[in-house]
């Protein structure tokens, strides 16, 4: 009977082709621009984040407890190579480099600005960030050559300090000494987000915990994985190894999330707008399907009324409309789901490029050019919902059907 019963849904299904043909392709459409704008919204949250990980946080960092918050310069992880030893032993993560930092006076012969100063290790701190790949005059830090500093460009254009210009930094060292150096500059970097590049100024560690006091510590031990999705691993043995350390009352590990919690709450915002959004796209879906199936009752109240009449029962005629609406939407969800997934994947591969929105998209470190993410999450959810407003669509004529009088429905 089952069999029966799919059959006479396939035919009565394409008793009208033209309306079937319009139903089907606004399901598809839907399921389409839901495959694809959710892809796309995943892949531009992941590049969000890859492009803020890549900058001043990474994917996760160890500090001293409460120092997030704080900024004191006197809350640091002591002895920072068993540290950057247990995360290096990790096979989740692709790189790792300690950081030190203070706020300090820049001066030059003519002028003097506030900014942060912060202590890295040259060659560990190019496999962490692109901050090499950022220098726009000069050249970058070298590894052993002593009182060479990096400001931005910003700063550097304040100051007056081309490269090779001496800088005086003054500031408070970590047991509350003055901290005093004279610097080199050797190059300036631009980052494209001018808060960043007015403020900044990068030391070689070493030169760095000479002048502030730190007696070999940092302040973060900032460690990048292979992929975010490594995040929630990674950052759970690293509490693991601090712990056996019996260093996890001093020490914390914060994950990109934590780090940067105005990042991860813009996200959760685009992502409620976007729903919202998907939300409308269905009901207008679901008003074409209802249209539909409310004309095939309309219009076949006398076949019903006969078929009642003759011994089939109303709800094997309820189960057979639902199950044309069923065929219906399979077909549609899977059309779009093929078509969502060809256009999803060819902008995969190749990108969007926003070549009017380059300026705009520096300033918040990000790309030109963004490339969608195709996932069996993002097909599942936007065939779910598709499939689902569908199927409570349908409720409501099947239920009509159901509820027909033999007598009434053939006088109609």
Do not use: C
């Not at 408070?172 to 150096?181: L, N, P």
């Amino acid at each position: 009977m089952f069999s029966l019963d799919v059959r006479m849904a396939w035919r009565n299904l394409w008793r009208n082709p033209r309306r079937s043909i319009l139903t089907l392709a606004a399901i598809a459409f839907a399921t389409l621009l839901l495959v694809f704008m959710l892809s796309w919204q995943f892949g531009s949250y992941e590049t969000m984040i890859n492009a803020a990980v890549r900058g001043p946080t990474g994917h996760l960092q160890v500090q001293a407890r409460d120092y997030h918050e704080k900024r004191e310069i006197e809350m640091v992880v002591d002895d920072p190579g068993a540290i950057l030893a247990l995360a290096e032993a990790l096979p989740e993560v692709a790189a790792v480099t300690p950081r030190a930092v203070a706020f300090a006076l820049a001066a030059s012969d003519r002028r003097t600005y506030g900014t942060a100063v912060l202590g890295i290790d040259p060659e560990r701190e190019n496999r962490v960030s692109e901050l090499k790949k950022r220098v726009r005059r000069g050249d970058y830090l070298a590894a052993g050559a002593a009182g060479q500093a990096l400001p931005g460009d910003i700063l550097a254009t304040n100051l007056r300090a081309a490269p090779g210009a001496e800088v005086t930094l003054l500031g408070q060292g970590r047991d509350g000494s003055v901290a005093a150096t004279a610097v080199t500059v050797a190059g300036s970097f631009r980052s494209g987000q001018d808060v960043i590049d007015r403020a900044t100024l990068y030391l070689r560690l070493d030169d760095f915990q000479e002048t502030f006091a730190m007696a070999g510590a940092v302040h973060q031990v900032v460690v990048v994985g292979r992929s975010l999705d490594e995040v929630p691993r990674i950052k759970a043995a690293l509490q693991r190894g601090i712990a056996a350390l019996g260093r996890d009352r001093e020490l914390v590990v914060l994950d990109w999330s934590e780090l940067m919690p105005g990042l991860l709450q813009s996200i959760q915002l685009d992502l409620v707008s976007g729903f919202i959004f998907y939300l409308i796209l269905i009901v207008v879906v679901a008003f074409s399907i209802l249209n539909t199936f409310l004309m095939v009752v309309l219009e076949r109240t006398r076949e019903f009324g006969m078929l009642i009449a003759i011994g089939v029962t109303p709800g094997r005629l309820s189960r057979l409309l639902l199950m044309e609406s069923a065929v219906m939407t399979f077909l549609g969800l899977l059309a779009g789901i093929l078509l969502g997934s060809l256009v999803t994947w060819y902008y995969q591969v190749h990108g969007i490029e926003f070549s009017g929105a380059a300026e705009m998209l520096r300033q918040f470190g990000l790309p030109e050019r963004m490339y969608p993410r195709l996932s069996l999450l993002s097909i599942a959810v936007g065939a779910g919902l598709v499939f689902v407003i569908t199927a409570l669509t349908a409720l409501y004529p099947a239920r009509r059907v159901k509820r027909l009088s033999p007598l009434e429905a053939m006088k109609g």
